[in-house]
């Protein structure tokens, strides 16, 4: 159950509870080399951003992908929406596919030193990628984010994931403010077969960007908060969701067009 958890807790790009070490590379860059992979089948209820007249919600299947090799700290994922092709669906003739990829080098692995202080058990250089299928070119997501990531220790959660990139947008070719990210995965309850319970989410948010961009309004701040409560075990996951909204990918909320409100997600996994 061990190994089972180190797993789940990079797997939801989340950190694993426990006690605080500086991770040593001095012998074997390796030696904490794992990877991991699973699949998600969710429905989303009225997700945002949307209309307020839409259909309220869709159906998808989640590829989930992450692990360590030496230098490189890896996690993502990649979304095929709409898999019934149902009328009633919000992604109903919208575009099927959005993939994130988020890898990090760490600075401790490349240097060979310790730079752990405080809270602060690793340093990475961090990347995060958002891409969407690229039948909409002008308007999915097609963006990076680039700047300095850590672990850091949090009292309950553990090891936590924190990363501050700077937004450049690579489809108008400028950068564009700054986000701040955090991850989470908290067991909290175990039952006697082993298997348990867990409080995990992530907050991103948006901040220091112009009102307008290439000619184009929009927020100078904004974000998502996730907050799950998942069943695991060692094979499969059950759980239930909800997203936080303001202003998110700085889109200003409006009476016809909402970016600002709260979402509902159940999804069921099996992990290989």
């Given at each position: 159950m061990n190994k089972t958890?180190?797993?789940?807790?990079?797997?939801?790009?989340?950190?694993?509870?426990?006690?605080?070490?500086?991770?040593?590379?001095?012998?074997?860059?390796?030696k904490n080399d794992y990877k991991w992979?699973?699949?998600?089948?969710?429905?989303?209820?009225?997700?945002?951003?949307?209309?307020?007249?839409?259909?309220?919600?869709h159906d998808y299947l989640e590829m989930e992908f992450g692990g360590r090799s030496g230098i490189?700290?890896?996690?993502?994922?990649?979304?095929?929406?709409?898999?019934?092709?149902?009328?009633?669906?919000?992604?109903?003739?919208?575009?099927?596919?959005?993939?994130?990829?988020?890898p990090r080098v760490s600075l401790d692995a490349v240097t060979g030193k310790d730079l752990?202080?405080?809270?602060?058990q690793e340093l990475y250089f961090a990347t995060l990628f958002?891409?969407?299928?690229?039948?909409?070119?002008?308007?999915?997501?097609?963006?990076?984010?680039?700047?300095?990531?850590?672990?850091?220790?949090?009292?309950?959660?553990?090891?936590?994931?924190?990363?501050f990139y700077g937004y450049y947008n690579i489809t108008a070719k400028d950068w564009n403010g700054y986000q701040i990210s955090t991850n989470w995965f908290k067991p909290f309850y175990t039952l006697e077969n082993g298997s348990f319970v867990a409080y995990q989410g992530y907050i991103d948010y948006q901040f220091g960007a112009d009102d307008?961009?290439?000619?184009?309004?929009?927020a100078q701040h904004g974000g998502?908060?996730?907050?799950?409560?998942?069943?695991h075990s060692d094979r499969y996951s059950v759980g239930y969701g909800f997203k936080l909204y303001n202003d998110v990918y700085l889109i200003e909320d409006t009476d016809t067009f909402e970016s600002t409100g709260i979402s509902?997600?159940?999804?069921?996994?099996?992990k290989f």
């Amino acid at each position: 159950m061990n190994k089972t958890l180190t797993a789940l807790s990079v797997s939801s790009a989340l950190a694993l509870s426990g006690a605080v070490y500086a991770v040593d590379y001095s012998d074997d860059i390796h030696k904490n080399d794992y990877k991991w992979m699973q699949f998600n089948l969710m429905y989303a209820f009225e997700e945002l951003p949307r209309s307020p007249d839409a259909h309220t919600g869709h159906d998808y299947l989640e590829m989930e992908f992450g692990g360590r090799s030496g230098i490189f700290d890896l996690y993502g994922y990649v979304d095929v929406f709409d898999l019934t092709e149902h009328d009633a669906s919000d992604k109903n003739g919208r575009p099927k596919i959005f993939m994130k990829f988020a890898p990090r080098v760490s600075l401790d692995a490349v240097t060979g030193k310790d730079l752990s202080f405080g809270p602060v058990q690793e340093l990475y250089f961090a990347t995060l990628f958002n891409w969407g299928g690229g039948t909409e070119a002008d308007f999915e997501p097609n963006n990076s984010y680039w700047g300095l990531g850590s672990d850091i220790n949090v009292p309950w959660f553990g090891k936590v994931g924190l990363n501050f990139y700077g937004y450049y947008n690579i489809t108008a070719k400028d950068w564009n403010g700054y986000q701040i990210s955090t991850n989470w995965f908290k067991p909290f309850y175990t039952l006697e077969n082993g298997s348990f319970v867990a409080y995990q989410g992530y907050i991103d948010y948006q901040f220091g960007a112009d009102d307008t961009f290439k000619g184009s309004t929009q927020a100078q701040h904004g974000g998502v908060m996730f907050n799950g409560l998942y069943w695991h075990s060692d094979r499969y996951s059950v759980g239930y969701g909800f997203k936080l909204y303001n202003d998110v990918y700085l889109i200003e909320d409006t009476d016809t067009f909402e970016s600002t409100g709260i979402s509902h997600y159940v999804a069921i996994t099996y992990k290989f």
